[in-house]
């Protein structure tokens, strides 16, 4: 299983391995010169390939051929759930969204036949610009960059939660009654099998969410991974979010879920650790901005958003 590849050339190098890969380059040329995405004479040799993001369960490469670039994004190796990795809805969300002038790429192809890859995937643009992890780019690295990172943020985010979600398409993503309730159920069952302790607070904390659940304002898209890591910025003028990444979690529900996760995962340089944030302060220092915006966010986004109309 130690030689076992991500990436092989063709169906037969694939055939020989313990562990499926996840690319195989004939099968995937093949398929994208059909979609019109490039020409497949070379078998696929043209192909550069490079593992791109930071996702631990669904896989994103990006594939540069015949002076072209584009991002494919697929599920890891089976076995796992049916409904878990569906790259097929993610695409539909972005689709429709995009349709809707949200800031998301273009998917150019969506592909079900798991012949290809023994996963679906899906293809889409490739975009120019920065998604900011532990270190801020050159254009933003000033104290007027990173005052204005956060807002263009919160603009994303309240475009996103300004969307009409009831007609239409969009309506169709999900069950937003009962969304809060479904969550806290969700994860109380999951962190008995993924905590290597036992934690009564956790059991408690879960039961007393369960009894103090708020009413939820009108419903909307939920993006539910909804952080700074999962933006795109524009590499050179006016600060602003140029893509809005990774919709496995979409579905309908309630805003203020994503702005809750959105501040628990942004940290102000010299603040305590947050539960879901970085440990790391250098790192928070290198990427937040003075002043405390975080704290601001909640009144930020209430305030200039419109997700509690």
């Known amino acids: ?15 020989r391995q313990e562990r499926p890969p996840l690319l195989v380059l004939d099968a995937l040329a093949a398929r994208l ?5 490039g020409d497949a004479s070379d078998g696929g040799s043209g192909i550069r390939v490079a593992r791109i993001g930071e996702g631990h369960s669904n896989v994103t ?74 270190r801020m780019p050159a254009h933003l690295d000033d104290d007027e960059g990173r005052q204005a990172m956060p807002y263009a943020a919160v603009d ?29 159920d969700r994860f109380s069952s999951l962190w008995p099998t993924v905590s290597r302790r036992t934690l009564p607070e956790v059991d408690a904390l879960a039961v007393w969410l369960g009894e103090n659940l708020p009413r939820s304002p009108r ?12 933006l795109m910025f524009a590499r050179s003028g006016p600060v602003r979010v140029q893509a809005i990444l990774d919709w496995e979690m979409a579905t309908l529900g309630d ?27 250098d790192a928070r220092r290198r990427v937040s901005a003075p002043g405390g915006p975080r704290r601001a966010l909640c009144g930020l ?8 109309v």
């Open 219 to 230: 419903a909307s898209v939920v993006h539910g991974d909804f952080r700074i890591g999962n």
């Open 255 to 281: 805003p203020l879920a994503d702005l809750g996760y959105l501040v628990a995962t942004y940290a102000d340089r010299d603040a305590a650790p947050t539960p879901a944030g970085s440990d790391d302060r």
């Open 61 to 134: 490469f990006l594939l540069e051929w015949g002076g072209r670039r584009l991002v494919l994004r697929r599920g890891p190796r089976p076995p796992h759930p049916p409904s878990a990795h569906d790259m097929l809805r993610e695409a539909r969300v972005q689709t429709l969204l995009r349709a809707e002038g949200l800031a998301v790429p273009e998917i150019l192809h969506v592909c079900d036949d798991e012949s290809v890859l023994g996963v679906p995937f899906y293809v889409m643009e490739h975009l120019d610009g920065e998604v900011i992890t532990d």
């Open 1 to 15: 299983m130690s030689g076992d590849r991500e990436i092989v050339r063709t169906a037969t190098e694939a055939a």
């Open 301 to 308: 986004f209430t305030n200039e958003g419109v997700a509690l």
């Open 33 to 37: 010169a059909a979609a019109g995405l």
């Open 156 to 184: 994303a985010l309240a475009a996103l939660h300004a969307l009409d979600v009831g007609t239409g398409e969009l309506a169709t993503l999900g069950r937003p009654d009962g969304y809060l309730r479904r969550q806290v």
